[in-house]
């Protein structure tokens, strides 16, 4: 009995399983809960190996061909960086983000929570300090090093290249002369062949210490793999030693209640040389007590002044682009059902529609830039910008006027999916449906709300899915644009840097990029899933 | 005899052709319905039958002609004239319980919850679907679905049943069953019926009286024929009865004649369509049947 039961119990956790990997069309899975369940595991292990370990194949095969080919293009800014590269700038972005985090944190800690952490601190920075220095004396030896064979390899080539300099000027001054002597007695033609003769030895000459010379350059320009590390490992060390400074002094001296009681402390000292002060001094005490007070409250409403880091510039973009999208869905919904029911209201449309769906994110967001700079010409003061400030869970994003022009570029051009589909699905309601509505002889709110929108649904959403998609891509390049903080402005930022790790750095945001975008689309996916019917047309 | 309760006469469709003159394809239709009557409408494919029924239920526009129902002209379809359609045309994305309530709600707005309620579970559990009223109609089969079509048309108490080849698509056990129900059905609840049917077994078995339609374009009724079994008829009484054959002949005979006339000499238009409706009572008599 108990075991009929566990076993209807599993059939059920499978059944549930299958159901989740459906709605959210994650078929690749399926194989591996029906091999789990020992189903047919001879069919389900050739599944596996189809939709699991070919595109795992594909995907190592493209890795193996880019870090082949990455170290043979040379560019302005370095090699074309290899996966192992991008996977350490990775690494590098994340580490500096996780700094920039333990700092934020150590502004608001109290002081019991500080000194244990302070002591631990500067401990470790004694460490790095002594690993820095390790460090420096390792570039200096590698490079010491370097420039010694380099020196062996140069001066052979030097010595060559002055010989052959001082020997040629010779040789050619007494070329020169015999031809001139021996050309009286030739003929014409002959004297002519015996100058190109001699302009051809002089070429010649030339060319070779030419090549001597591309070789010196060569040689010196040539980077040693070994001092190249050396750097590397000398780099991050002093990044290393410069955040646990940073790091300490914020938790001593810089911290939020360090500060606070510092000018406590300056309040009280200027309160009690009041008692003793004449007139004249007195007024200047009170000014300066106030200023003090307003200076406190400043630094109470404060919080750490945190570089941008790309987790926070990617929750920013993902902001943006919500916000972007729910403007273009609201827009777009409405209009796009009106569009469906009325063909006159669709050929009002359709012009607008034609003629503004090809239009470039890139001509969109100057023109929206100048028009909320219009409406919001003072940022600090305007009632929308301190609302959204003010307002919860988005008042930490800070959002600007070029954060709403990003927004409102992806709403431009995202819209128009949506809005097509909707008229679609709204046009395309199946007829016994309408003569359903008709017979029950249904208002035109329950005929919209019962019938029309609940048939569309499917549609409206495969809509909404492309919106979001076109969405995403317009706004890295609108936040490019518009500097507008995230990832389209890290990107910007790596561009214009031209430190030796941000060409890597552009990669690392290929893929988060991209894994960003399949996540949404999952999430549209199973929206459109779960108002999707029997038979319902989008039903993909 | 009293004031027919369904009365068609007159009744015309054609649609517009670009190449001439109108198609016609239902001239002059008429029919008196009695009230509590079960009328079956028969015909070839394509005669015009399913034209004549959704121009009674209002959704498909009557060129000239009138349908007057209990005294008063139709204009446009209405809940009094319930139409169970071939297909199930349930709505996919709602309950069976909320197919049969959205018309409930719709034709008693001032019942409370709980009448409603009572009421859409009355009707699932004639149709025999007491058990299933949450699921949704992709997890039913035809059959299923097609019960719930009759329920949410007979919920709405109309004056009116209109069947539009509701067993035509299924398989003939599930056929026999859906006809029962409808017949104990109608047995209590004494709807007047117009059925549209290309099966002579199922328009004998169920109808009081079946209307045979001529071959289209510019169909018209034929002939009609009452059948004399009664109510509250059961199938192996009917099937027995030496009547039964005899009265399924008579339909395919004059099935068989329709596309015979057909194929020999296209309708012309010089046709009265008065002049073809044999009575009743001579085709029966002519079969040995006493009504």
Redesign the interface.
């Given at each position: 009995m108990s075991d009929e039961n566990r076993r209807t119990a599993t059939e059920r956790i499978k059944h549930f399983l299958l159901q989740v990997i459906d709605l959210t069309a994650l078929g690749f899975l399926e194989p591996v809960v029906r091999l789990i369940y020992g189903e047919e595991p001879r069919v389900q292990i050739r599944k596996i190996g189809r939709f699991v370990a070919v595109p795992i194949l594909a995907f190592l095969c493209f890795v193996g061909i880019w870090a082949a080919w990455a170290p043979h293009h040379k560019t302005k800014a370095g090699e074309v960086p290899t996966p192992s590269v991008v996977s350490e700038a990775y690494t590098t972005i994340l580490t500096f983000s996780e700094r920039e985090d333990s700092k934020e944190e150590a502004y608001l800690l109290s002081e019991a929570e500080r000194v244990p952490l302070l002591q631990q601190a500067e401990a470790q920075l004694l460490k790095a300090r002594t690993t820095a220095q390790a460090a420096d004396e390792a570039v200096a030896h590698a490079q010491e090093a370097d420039t010694a064979s380099k020196k062996q390899l140069t001066e052979r080539i030097s010595e060559q290249l002055k010989t052959h300099k001082s020997t040629y000027k010779q040789e050619r001054k007494t070329r020169e002369n015999a031809l001139k002597t021996e050309l009286g007695t030739l003929s014409s033609n002959e004297s002519i062949a015996r100058v190109a003769a001699f302009r051809e030895w002089k070429s010649k000459q030339t060319r070779l210490q030419k090549s001597m010379k591309e070789d010196l350059a060569r040689i010196r320009a040539q980077v040693n793999p070994k001092v190249q590390t050396a750097l590397a490992q000398q780099t991050s060390c002093a990044e290393e030693v410069q955040y646990l400074s940073s790091y300490c002094d914020i938790l001593s001296k810089s911290n939020k209640e360090s500060k606070l009681a510092a000018i406590d402390a300056e309040i009280l000292a200027l309160q009690n040389s009041m008692k003793q002060a004449d007139t004249k001094n007195r007024y200047k005490q009170a000014d300066k007590i106030l200023v003090l007070h307003e200076r406190r409250k400043k630094v109470e409403a404060s919080s750490y002044a945190k570089a941008s880091t790309l987790p926070m510039q990617i929750i920013r973009s993902i902001a943006c682009v919500f916000a972007g999208f729910l403007i273009g869905t609201v827009i777009a919904v409405p209009i796009g059902v009106c569009c469906g029911l009325s063909s006159t209201f669709m050929a009002a449309v359709t012009p607008f529609i034609a003629l503004f769906k090809p239009v470039s994110p890139i001509v969109w967001l100057p023109i929206l830039l100048i028009i909320v700079g219009g409406f919001i010409p003072d940022p600090e003061t305007h009632w929308l910008i301190q609302w959204l400030w003010d307002a919860p869970l988005i008042g930490e994003l800070k959002i600007n006027p070029a954060f709403l022009a990003s927004a409102l570029t992806v709403a431009m051009c995202s819209l128009w999916a949506t809005m097509v589909n909707a008229a679609l699905g709204v046009a395309s309601v199946d007829e016994d449906h309408l003569n359903v509505a008709k017979v029950l002889r249904l208002g035109f709110c329950a005929r919209l709300f019962k019938i029309i929108l609940p048939s569309s649904l499917p549609l409206i959403f495969a809509g909404m899915r492309i919106s979001l998609g076109v969405g995403w891509m317009v706004l890295i390049a609108a936040e490019l644009l518009a500097s507008s903080e995230g990832i389209g402005k890290f990107v910007w930022d790596q561009f214009n840097n031209g430190a030796s790790d941000s060409f890597a750095k552009m990669f690392v945001v290929v893929f988060v990029v991209g894994f960003v975008g399949l996540i949404l689309d999952r999430i549209m996916i199973i929206f459109q899933r779960l108002v999707s019917f029997e038979g319902s047309v989008a039903a993909i | 005899m009293n004031e027919p309760y369904v009365d068609i006469t007159g009744l015309v469709k054609e649609y517009p052709n670009p190449k001439g003159d109108p198609i016609r394809v239902v001239d002059r239709f008429n029919l008196s319905v009695q009230r509590g009557e079960f009328i079956g409408l028969i015909g070839h494919s394509g005669c015009g039958k399913s034209t004549v029924l959704t121009m009674v239920?209002?959704?498909n526009d009557i060129t000239s002609g009138s349908v007057i129902v209990d005294g008063r002209e139709t204009s446009?379809?209405?809940?009094d004239?319930?139409?169970v359609?071939q297909?199930p045309?349930l709505?996919?994305?709602?309950t069976a319980y909320n197919n049969v309530m959205?018309?409930v709600k719709?034709v008693y707005p001032t019942a409370t919850q709980q009448e409603r309620h009572d009421l859409v579970c009355y009707y699932m559990n004639r149709v025999g679907l007491a058990d299933s009223m949450d699921k949704?109609?992709?997890e039913m089969s035809g059959g299923m679905q097609q019960r719930v079509g009759i329920a949410r048309a007979i919920a709405?108490k109309p004056k009116v049943l209109l069947l539009d080849e509701p067993f035509g698509r299924l398989d003939s056990l599930t056929r026999m069953e859906l006809q029962d129900v409808i017949l104990q059905i109608l047995s209590t609840e004494k709807i007047t019926t117009l059925m549209v049917t290309h099966d002579p077994d199922e328009a004998v078995f169920m109808c009081d009286r079946i209307c045979m339609m001529t071959n289209g374009p510019r169909a018209k009724v034929g002939q009609i024929v009452s059948i004399p079994f009664g109510q509250n008829r059961v199938r192996a009484d009917v099937l027995s009865d030496p009547r039964y054959y005899d009265l399924r002949v008579s339909l395919i005979d004059f099935l068989d004649k329709c596309e015979k006339e057909k194929e020999q000499a296209p309708v012309t238009d010089s046709h009265n369509p008065y002049e073809t409706t044999l009575q009743p009572q001579l085709a029966l008599g002519r079969l040995g049947v006493s009504s």
């Open positions: - | 239920a209002g959704l446009g379809p209405g809940p004239r319930a139409v359609f297909s045309c709505l996919p994305w709602m959205l018309g719709r949704y109609p992709g709405l």
